[in-house]
DNA sequence: ATTACACATCAATATATCTTGATATATTAT
DNA sequence: ATAATATATCAAGATATATTGATGTGTAAT
């Protein structure tokens, strides 16, 4: 139950839907990209990266001073269900708008 | 989004889940009968009743004076994945009391 | 070693959601 | 009409979740 809630819960929430439909139209980004694209707070992005990645749904790469998000795979039946859904809505999610200063 | 999150939001919490399973287990009862097996107050249970029906995972059917809930049908095939999920876990729910004083 | 950038976490506040008891409405039997 | 049962809704407090700014950690360049 508590696995279910915990997934469940994360989707809960526009902000993370969005932010989980933007990574999965626009495949790995940087937490700067997704700041840069939302126009949100730093720790704001993170701390709904993190209950995405929690969830189940994202996985992270590090790599030098970045961490590079992107849609988790494999990804089980029911979670895939919920992305598909997603994937389904009119969500309005910014356009990608690179924020890293260096690279 | 907002129906999204309406759908989500209803299986976001744990009685919920709980009721929902219960009735997807037992098929049709009326709400003394879920008061009585759940032993939770009644408008406790009729508020959970309320936003399962509105999230479109049940239907009501008055007869008399008893409001008998079932799993609404047909139904989407993003709601039969989370029913299908809800089946898929092990929830302890009660054995069915019937509660209704009269019949 | 110092500076700059990327990211994560913490603590406080704001906001939303759940629970509960009380109250209201509706139906049926007498 | 009155009483009893079934169900729905309201308002208050309790609880959980989100947002924010500040702070901490790690990496890379100078």
């Not at 720790?43 to 790599?63: E, M, N, Q, W, Y």
Request: one cysteine or more.
């Amino acid at each position: 139950m508590n696995i279910f809630l915990n997934t469940i819960g994360a989707v809960n929430d526009a902000t993370r839907v969005e932010i989980l439909h933007f990574i999965n139209t626009n495949g790995e980004v940087c937490v700067c990209d997704i700041e840069n694209s939302f126009l949100m707070i730093q720790s704001r992005i993170s701390r709904h990266l993190k209950i995405l990645k929690d969830a189940g749904f994202l996985k992270v790469d590090r790599r030098g001073r970045w961490a590079y998000y992107s849609v988790r795979t494999p990804m089980d039946e029911f979670r895939q269900s919920i992305l598909k859904e997603i994937g389904s809505l009119d969500i309005k999610i910014p356009l990608l708008n690179k924020g890293c200063k260096s690279e």
